[in-house]
């Protein structure tokens, strides 16, 4: 009996808690859920705010325009007053209107008559004519910072009769990659829009009023595309200009490299021209001059999205690019569309374009393959790789920050050392792994990654996980710190997918707010937050974390072993550091199990996340 009755208790604390259990994980599910929601609705907030102040700045254009309209009209009519007065002013000391005047005067007195014709007979000083003074406006100073005056203009686009209102990409302003270089550039709005970030570039100049507008800045070098229009084209084109060569006489004299860059056209036509240049580069393969391709420009081609999003179309090239679309709208049109259905013999650097804008090339909207072919895009060449090749070729120097990495790899459980290693092995471009780990990982780590400076430290027993970090952080020497949890799974394009995010975004740290997840018990792939990607988010995944050094080290991490990235994000928002979510791809999120995320992810289905995740 007694047997039966301590069973039975026994049976009763299981179940109670079991009850606990279960109502402690609704609590907890409950919470992630309401989070989530929070998070969402934060999400829609900050949309909305987005929107009423592009409607606000729009307006506020509107505005000043309108009022420099009515401030250059009324400065008109005063000129205009002005001009009377002055010849009014004029007439009264005219000779002959003061000979009339001392006639009328004079001609009942004699005496006063003789005065009068006498004095009217002086010379006298004419008033001057005025002169248009410049109209204050109520704009700003001209902004010198690239692209600042390089902004999409056409917000609408018209399909199958039925028009669209875009809002337009914004075109970023910098920084630059070579703010030390200057360059005198010549070329059509899409080279010269792929050049403008590579360094302080001067444009506008003709051949008339170069002499006076170049020694503002006396550039470095001269760059000329092979241009179709404008006042330099009939300078190039077939028998060289005087202006020409007035301008490569005046570099000449002081030193200044001269480049001509042969994009487009016939060479005979630029031939004469290009032979009185230092350098020549060309983009067509069958001339025999050394190469200089087009490349992919990270701050404007990237896959930053529209602030309405996408519409859900297919679109021709045709319907994606119609004429006389300036190149601020052709980069708001290269993100608008599902996909882009670019038919035989379009040139490889549009559909490079457009697959670093994020845009599925092809007939379906295949994210996956958007993301291949960003990459591919990227790994082409961008235009910084393009201008070192040219900068070494003339000598001038390329220098530009890097994007070096140092891992910094926590190791508490000896047992994920092999399989935390091996992710790293599989990264390009790591120069140095900090390891903190039992004593066997420094010469495993030497053994897997041979070609990578390994710097190993031995944790005490009490040490977190936080605790670890901070003792690594300060052991880095490259630019970028990566931090990569030894429990997770890490594709080989996972650090150099992360690594571009820098290219184009001002974030002190990027990683993954979307990201697939897998439990092992219950075998089941997640998909955290799709909706998360390429955007200034709260807050990212710890184990995704890709930070600048001099950042990460001003903010240190907290003495935690769990949740030491939560405080890591919320300091961020404290400092107002910028945090940036990338791509879904290339990393997995491996746990038992975890009730956080069943409450904030999706299911994808029942089986291995590698598949979905590392492409």
């Given at each position: 009996?007694?047997?039966?009755?301590?069973?039975?208790?026994?049976?009763?604390?299981?179940?109670?808690?079991?009850?606990?259990?279960?109502?402690?994980?609704?609590?907890?599910?409950?919470?992630?859920?309401?989070?989530?929601?929070?998070?969402?609705?934060?999400?829609?907030?900050?949309?909305?705010?987005?929107?009423?102040?592009?409607?606000?700045?729009?307006?506020?254009?509107?505005?000043?325009?309108?009022?420099?309209?009515?401030?250059?009209?009324?400065?008109?009519?005063?000129?205009?007053?002005?001009?009377?007065?002055?010849?009014?002013?004029?007439?009264?000391?005219?000779?002959?209107?003061?000979?009339?005047?001392?006639?009328?005067?004079?001609?009942?007195?004699?005496?006063?008559?003789?005065?009068?014709?006498?004095?009217?007979?002086?010379?006298?000083?004419?008033?001057?004519?005025?002169?248009?003074?410049?109209?204050?406006?109520?704009?700003?100073?001209?902004?010198?910072?690239?692209?600042?005056?390089?902004?999409?203009?056409?917000?609408?686009?018209?399909?199958?009769?039925?028009?669209?209102?875009?809002?337009?990409?914004?075109?970023?302003?910098?920084?630059?990659?070579?703010?030390?270089?200057?360059?005198?550039?010549?070329?059509?709005?899409?080279?010269?829009?792929?050049?403008?970030?590579?360094?302080?570039?001067?444009?506008?100049?003709?051949?008339?009023?170069?002499?006076?507008?170049?020694?503002?800045?006396?550039?470095?070098?001269?760059?000329?595309?092979?241009?179709?229009?404008?006042?330099?084209?009939?300078?190039?084109?077939?028998?060289?200009?005087?202006?020409?060569?007035?301008?490569?006489?005046?570099?000449?004299?002081?030193?200044?490299?001269?480049?001509?860059?042969?994009?487009?056209?016939?060479?005979?036509?630029?031939?004469?021209?290009?032979?009185?240049?230092?350098?020549?580069?060309?983009?067509?393969?069958?001339?025999?001059?050394?190469?200089?391709?087009?490349?992919?420009?990270?701050?404007?081609?990237?896959?930053?999205?529209?602030?309405?999003?996408?519409?859900?179309?297919?679109?021709?090239?045709?319907?994606?690019?119609?004429?006389?679309?300036?190149?601020?709208?052709?980069?708001?049109?290269?993100?608008?569309?599902?996909?882009?259905?670019?038919?035989?013999?379009?040139?490889?650097?549009?559909?490079?374009?457009?697959?670093?804008?994020?845009?599925?090339?092809?007939?379906?909207?295949?994210?996956?393959?958007?993301?291949?072919?960003?990459?591919?895009?990227?790994?082409?060449?961008?235009?910084?790789?393009?201008?070192?090749?040219?900068?070494?070729?003339?000598?001038?120097?390329?220098?530009?920050?890097?994007l070096n990495t140092s891992v910094l790899l926590p190791i508490v459980d000896p047992y994920t050392m092999e399989h935390a290693l091996a992710q790293v092995a599989r990264?390009?471009?790591?120069?140095?792994?900090?390891?903190?780990?039992?004593?066997?990982?420094?010469?495993?780590?030497?053994?897997?990654?041979?070609?990578?400076?390994?710097?190993?430290?031995?944790?005490?027993?009490?040490?977190?996980?936080?605790?670890?970090?901070?003792?690594?952080?300060?052991?880095?020497?490259?630019?970028?710190?990566?931090?990569?949890?030894?429990?997770?799974?890490?594709?080989?394009?996972?650090?150099?997918?992360?690594?571009?995010?820098?290219?184009?975004?001002?974030?002190?740290?990027?990683?993954?707010?979307?990201?697939?997840?897998?439990?092992?018990?219950?075998?089941?792939?997640?998909?955290?937050?799709?909706?998360?990607?390429?955007?200034?988010?709260?807050?990212?995944?710890?184990?995704?974390?890709?930070?600048?050094?001099?950042?990460?080290?001003?903010?240190?991490?907290?003495?935690?072993?769990?949740?030491?990235?939560?405080?890591?994000?919320?300091?961020?928002?404290?400092?107002?550091?910028?945090?940036?979510?990338?791509?879904?791809?290339?990393?997995?999120?491996?746990?038992?199990?975890?009730?956080?995320?069943?409450?904030?992810?999706?299911?994808?289905?029942?089986?291995?996340?590698?598949?979905?995740?590392?492409?």
């Amino acid at each position: 009996m007694s047997t039966e009755l301590e069973s039975t208790r026994r049976a009763l604390r299981d179940a109670v808690a079991q009850a606990e259990r279960a109502a402690e994980l609704a609590r907890l599910l409950d919470a992630a859920q309401a989070r989530l929601a929070e998070a969402e609705q934060r999400a829609e907030e900050a949309k909305a705010l987005a929107e009423q102040l592009s409607e606000t700045e729009e307006r506020l254009a509107a505005e000043q325009a309108a009022a420099d309209k009515l401030r250059k009209e009324l400065a008109e009519q005063r000129f205009q007053a002005e001009v009377a007065n002055w010849k009014l002013s004029s007439i009264k000391v005219a000779r002959w209107n003061r000979l009339g005047d001392a006639i009328k005067s004079g001609k009942s007195n004699p005496v006063r008559l003789a005065k009068g014709l006498k004095g009217a007979a002086k010379p006298v000083k004419r008033p001057m004519a005025p002169k248009r003074k410049p109209v204050a406006t109520a704009n700003k100073p001209k902004d010198e910072r690239p692209g600042a005056a390089f902004q999409a203009t056409t917000s609408t686009r018209t399909l199958g009769g039925a028009q669209f209102k875009l809002k337009p990409f914004r075109v970023p302003t910098g920084p630059n990659t070579r703010p030390h270089l200057t360059a005198a550039v010549v070329a059509d709005p899409h080279a010269e829009a792929l050049l403008r970030y590579e360094w302080r570039q001067t444009t506008g100049f003709t051949p008339r009023d170069f002499a006076r507008v170049l020694p503002l800045e006396v550039p470095h070098l001269l760059v000329v595309e092979s241009v179709t229009q404008g006042p330099w084209a009939e300078e190039i084109i077939g028998e060289p200009g005087e202006g020409l060569k007035s301008l490569l006489a005046w570099c000449a004299e002081r030193g200044i490299r001269t480049v001509f860059w042969h994009t487009k056209g016939d060479v005979s036509a630029y031939a004469q021209a290009a032979d009185l240049f230092e350098h020549r580069f060309t983009a067509d393969l069958t001339v025999a001059w050394p190469r200089l391709q087009f490349g992919v420009q990270p701050r404007v081609h990237n896959p930053l999205p529209l602030s309405g999003g996408r519409i859900d179309r297919v679109l021709t090239l045709d319907q994606l690019l119609p004429e006389h679309l300036a190149y601020p709208d052709v980069l708001t049109s290269y993100r608008w569309p599902a996909a882009a259905d670019c038919p035989p013999g379009t040139p490889q650097w549009r559909l490079a374009e457009i697959a670093a804008c994020g845009t599925p090339i092809g007939t379906e909207a295949d994210s996956r393959r958007a993301h291949v072919a960003l990459r591919r895009a990227y790994a082409m060449g961008t235009m910084s790789e393009r201008i070192d090749e040219m900068l070494d070729a003339i000598g001038l120097p390329s220098a530009r920050p890097t994007l070096n990495t140092s891992v910094l790899l926590p190791i508490v459980d000896p047992y994920t050392m092999e399989h935390a290693l091996a992710q790293v092995a599989r990264q390009s471009g790591v120069d140095q792994l900090i390891v903190i780990g039992p004593p066997e990982a420094e010469l495993r780590a030497r053994d897997v990654l041979p070609d990578v400076e390994v710097i190993h430290r031995r944790p005490a027993p009490s040490m977190t996980v936080g605790a670890m970090l901070n003792a690594g952080i300060d052991l880095c020497e490259a630019d970028l710190v990566a931090v990569m949890d030894p429990r997770d799974v890490y594709g080989a394009h996972y650090l150099s997918d992360l690594r571009r995010a820098f290219l184009f975004s001002t974030a002190d740290i990027v990683g993954k707010a979307a990201f697939y997840a897998h439990l092992r018990k219950p075998q089941a792939t997640l998909l955290k937050q799709p909706e998360a990607e390429y955007g200034y988010l709260p807050e990212i995944a710890g184990g995704t974390l890709l930070a600048r050094r001099n950042a990460l080290r001003e903010l240190g991490f907290a003495d935690l072993t769990e949740g030491w990235d939560e405080v890591l994000m919320r300091q961020c928002r404290t400092d107002g550091v910028k945090v940036f979510s990338a791509d879904r791809f290339g990393y997995v999120r491996v746990r038992d199990e975890d009730r956080w995320l069943l409450g904030a992810a999706q299911l994808v289905e029942y089986g291995s996340a590698e598949p979905h995740a590392l492409i």
